[in-house]
C-alpha cells in the first residue's frame, strides 16, 4: 500500500512576515513617519502627556487579551528580568514618548526629522558604550550615506539651509526623546526569551502607570483632554500603528538582525515624511527627493547587510 505524504501547507502572511526583517522595520518607519505629522498636527490640542498615557493604555488593552496566555507561561522568566523589563518600559515607551511629544509642541517637523535623522547614532553609542559592540565600516558608511540623504531630502537638496535651522526646547525635547530611546534599543539585545506579545503587554502596560504623575500635573495645570473627533481620531490611529504594530515590528526586527542593523531603518522616517507631503498635501517632486531617495535606501542597504553586525572589541 502506498503512503502518500499530506500535502505541505503555505505558511500564512503573518507567519512569513514574522522572517521579513527589512520588511517589518520599513512598515515601522512608515508608520513613526506618520507619528510625528500628526504629532506636530494636533500640538496645541491634544495634551503630549495625556496623549502618550492614552496611547500606552490603549495599546495594552489591544493587546492584553491576546497576550494573557503568553504571560501566564512566560512569567517565571520574566520575574527574573524585573530591572530590565521595568528599564525597557521607561525609555521605550515612558520617557521616551513623553519627550517627543512634548517636543513636537514646541518645534517644527522640519527639525524634528532633521533629529530624527540622528537615531542610529544614539542606538550605537549606546550599543558601545554597554556592551562594547562597534559599528562596523560597512554600518558606518551606510549610516552616514543614509544620513546625507535624509539632508538632502528635509532641506529640499540646500545643505546650506542647516545654518538656518535655530534650535529651541522642543529640539532638544526630541533629541533626548531620541537618546532614551537608542537606550531602549541597545538593551532590546538583552531582553529575556519571551513571547513578542509578553514583551509588548508588559512594558506597556507599566509604562501607562509610569506616566500617570505627569498626567496629573498636566490635568492640574489645565491642560485637558478635548474628547472631541479630532481627538479620538488621533488616539484610535496612534494606538494601532505607530505604537502596537510598530514596536512589534521593531522589537521583531531587532530579535532578527541586531540594534546596530535595525537602527539605519530610522532614516526611513523623513523619507516617508517627505513621500507623504507630496500624496497627501500636493507637493511637487524634485530632483533632491530622487537623490535623497536613492541614498537613504544604499545607505540602509549598506548598513544593515548580513555582514556587516558589529563585533565585541577583543579582550
Known amino acids: ?76 522568566a520574566m520575574r527574573k528580568r524585573i530591572p530590565l523589563l521595568l528599564m525597557l518600559a521607561l525609555t521605550g515607551f515612558a520617557l521616551n514618548n513623553a519627550l517627543s511629544y512634548w517636543g513636537l509642541q514646541h518645534t517644527q517637523a522640519l527639525n524634528a526629522l532633521l533629529i530624527q535623522s540622528s537615531g542610529p547614532l544614539f542606538v550605537a553609542l549606546w550599543a558601545l558604550m554597554l556592551f562594547g559592540v562597534r559599528l562596523s565600516w560597512m554600518q558606518a558608511a551606510g549610516i552616514l550615506v543614509s544620513l546625507l540623504g535624509v ?10 539651509a542647516l545654518s538656518d535651522i535655530q534650535v529651541n526646547s522642543g529640539d532638544i525635547s526630541f533629541a533626548g526623546a531620541l537618546f ?22 508588559f512594558t506597556t502596560g507599566t509604562g501607562a502607570l509610569m506616566l500617570l504623575p505627569l498626567v496629573g500635573w498636566e490635568v492640574a495645570a489645565g491642560n485637558l483632554l478635548i474628547p472631541d473627533t479630532l481627538t479620538i481620531a488621533t488616539v484610535v ?10 514596536y512589534i515590528f521593531f522589537n521583531r526586527g531587532i530579535e532578527l538582525i541586531g540594534p546596530n542593523r535595525a537602527a539605519p531603518f530610522f532614516h526611513l522616517v523623513p523619507v516617508f515624511g517627505s513621500v507623504m507631503a507630496i500624496l497627501l498635501l500636493g507637493e511637487k517632486p524634485e530632483l533632491f527627493h530622487l537623490v535623497g531617495y536613492v541614498l537613504v535606501l544604499g545607505g ?16
Not at 539632508?151 to 546650506?160: F, K, P, W
Not at 490611529?237 to 510598530?246: D, W
Not at 540602509?300 to 579582550?315: C, F, M, N
Open 1 to 76: 500500500m502506498t503512503v502518500v505524504d499530506p500535502p505541505l501547507r503555505k505558511p500564512s502572511f503573518i507567519a512569513w512576515l514574522a522572517h521579513q526583517p527589512y520588511v517589518l522595520l520599513s512598515l515601522m518607519a512608515l508608520f513613526w513617519a506618520a507619528n510625528i505629522v500628526l504629532g506636530r498636527y494636533v500640538a496645541g490640542h491634544v495634551p503630549p502627556f495625556t496623549l502618550t498615557f492614552l496611547r500606552w493604555a490603549g495599546t495594552f488593552l489591544v493587546v492584553a487579551p491576546f497576550a494573557r496566555p503568553h504571560l501566564q507561561r512566560d512569567w517565571p
Open 300 to 315: 540602509i542597504v549598506t548598513a544593515s547587510r548580513r555582514g556587516s553586525s558589529g563585533k565585541r572589541p577583543a579582550s
Open 180 to 201: 532614551v530611546f537608542g537606550l531602549y534599543s541597545a538593551l532590546m539585545s538583552k531582553r529575556p526569551k519571551i513571547n513578542p506579545l509578553s514583551l509588548i503587554a
Open 237 to 246: 490611529f496612534v494606538v494601532i500603528f505607530p505604537s502596537t504594530l510598530a
Open 151 to 160: 539632508l538632502v531630502i528635509v532641506l529640499r537638496g540646500n545643505l546650506a
